[in-house]
């Protein structure tokens, strides 16, 4: 069966610190990934996605990156973290397809001070 | 207008009720939907695909009205562990990427009561 790994689980950063969050997925190959971040109150906003090793889309304009070094590893990253960047941070995987669910990992919830 | 539009709630329903949510969503080509559940401070769980004939998993049923963007979710004999805040989720297209990607609604929030 196929499994997501997400780490870690909890993250106190001060501001201006760099960021490396990681995530890996097991039984599956070729899959979709993607990093979400959810910040308190507020729904789920699509941070970046990808469909392969070195493609990277994003959807939304800050000071974040992602990077797809291998096949089932999707890696979010800053180089000078903000207030802002505060929140839930979830990585999911789906099927390559129109119609997939995705499957979220444990997520890692983010705190700067 | 919203692009998947929830009642944020809370609905606080007692013990054995039934509950229904609604969700409308702005893209009328979307073509796959679904409900998740998310318990607080966890990721969200998948919790049933949403089909255009409407499908049941045991106490939940779920709806689907093309014509009118609406998707519903019932929730039967609800239990003390059906709290939690249900998602709807609608694939839509992302602007500028020709792609579609699946959108989160912010979900209602469900408390069972004693």
């Known amino acids: 069966s196929q499994t997501i790994h997400q780490w870690p689980a909890t993250l106190v950063q001060p501001v201006g610190s760099p960021l490396s969050l990681e995530c890996t997925v097991e039984g599956t190959s070729n899959p979709n990934l993607y990093w979400y971040r959810q910040a308190a109150g507020r729904g789920l906003q699509l941070l970046f996605y990808s469909v392969g090793i070195g493609q990277i889309s994003s959807e939304v304009p800050q000071n974040l990156s992602a990077s797809r070094p291998q096949d089932r590893q999707f890696i979010l990253s800053s180089k000078k973290l903000l207030l802002s960047d505060s929140g839930f941070y979830l990585c999911?995987?789906?099927?390559?397809?129109?119609?997939?669910?995705?499957?979220f990992g444990d997520g890692t919830r983010l705190s700067i001070l | 207008r919203k692009e998947v539009e929830q009642d944020p709630g809370p609905f606080n329903v007692p013990e054995g009720a039934t509950v229904a949510f609604n969700c409308t969503y702005s893209?009328?080509?979307?073509?796959?939907f679904f409900w998740y559940r998310q318990d607080c401070r966890k990721e969200p769980k998948l919790l049933m695909s949403?089909?255009?004939s409407g499908n049941e998993d045991g106490r939940f049923t779920a709806q689907l009205n093309r014509a009118s963007q609406y998707i519903s979710l019932l929730i039967r004999d609800s239990k003390l562990s059906d709290s939690a805040t249900y998602l709807c989720?609608?694939?839509?297209?992302?602007?500028?990427?020709?792609?579609?990607?699946?959108?989160f609604g912010k979900g209602t929030k469900l408390s069972v009561i004693p």
């Open positions: 949403v089909y255009s």
């Open positions: 989720v609608v694939n839509m297209r992302i602007s500028g990427a020709g792609s579609y990607q699946l959108t």
């Open positions: 893209n009328s080509a979307s073509q796959s």
């Open positions: 999911a995987w789906s099927v390559w397809g129109l119609n997939q669910p995705q499957h």
